[in-house]
């Protein structure tokens, strides 16, 4: 079945630091790749999506780019501040070949930035 | 900007008793999910519902759990007799497709089901 592995932390950075959160998966066909973002005591909030191989996706200074030959989506941020502290998921859905539409999760980092 | 909501935000029930989790999705959306986190574990699938119908679901999913969009707005998610391991926070989202290019889910807040 589908699977999502991501970087387990707790990932600690002064602001102002570059991030990096690897994911990679293993899927049938042509999955879209998310990112989510939970801060503390919320639910949580789509960050970045790419629906295709090459495909970036970005929001808020956040990136990731969708490697199918490497099946990654690492998510990147040059220069994080201390509102981005969160725990941050990342998730996946098949495409319509695969028939399944449930969103996969990886276990989620938490990031905490501290000034 | 349009939002999913959940009621109530929190829970507490007995083990044996009945509960309802409700979620209002995105008005213009047509596939619902419900999802659970137990504390300090990854988010799982329970199940999704396109048409009146329950398209999938996973083995977290028994006969103890059922579904229903009462109306034209409500998506519920009922668990019969509540164990000590369905305490949780438990996740509705809705999506306006399933695939392709509208198919992120959005989720809402969330509300914390406590089994005493």
């Known amino acids: 079945g589908d699977s999502v592995t991501q970087m387990e932390g707790p990932v600690t950075l002064s602001e102002e630091a570059f991030l990096t959160i690897n994911c990679t998966y293993t899927a049938t066909g042509y999955p879209s790749l998310f990112w989510y973002v939970q801060y503390p005591g919320e639910g949580l909030q789509l960050l970045l999506k790419?629906?295709?191989?090459?495909d970036k996706g970005s929001n808020k200074g956040f990136e990731a780019t969708y490697r199918k030959e490497t099946t990654s989506f690492h998510l990147e941020k040059g220069s994080v501040q201390v509102s981005d502290s969160a725990v941050y998921f990342c998730?996946?859905?098949?495409?319509?070949?695969?028939?399944?539409?449930?969103?996969?999760f990886g276990k989620g980092t938490k990031l905490s930035v501290i000034p | 900007e349009p939002e999913v909501t959940q009621t109530p935000s929190h829970q507490v029930t007995q083990m044996g008793q009945e509960v309802i989790l409700r979620c209002v999705p995105i008005?213009?959306?047509?596939?619902f999910y419900w999802y659970r986190q137990i504390l300090g574990q990854k988010v799982e699938f329970l199940v999704s519902f396109y048409n009146n119908e329950i398209s999938e679901k996973s083995e977290i999913f028994d006969d103890q759990f059922s579904v229903e969009r009462p109306d034209g707005s409500n998506f519920t998610l009922k668990i019969r007799s509540t164990k000590l391991e369905d305490s949780a926070m438990y996740f509705c989202?809705?999506?306006?497709?399933?695939?392709?290019?509208?198919?992120?889910?959005?989720f809402g807040p969330g509300t914390r089901l406590t089994v005493l």
């Open positions: 008005s213009n959306h047509l596939y």
């Open positions: 998730a996946l859905s098949g495409d319509s070949g695969a028939g399944s539409y449930q969103l996969t």
């Open positions: 989202a809705s999506s306006e497709a399933e695939y392709g290019a509208h198919n992120e889910q959005f």
């Open positions: 790419a629906t295709k191989a090459d």
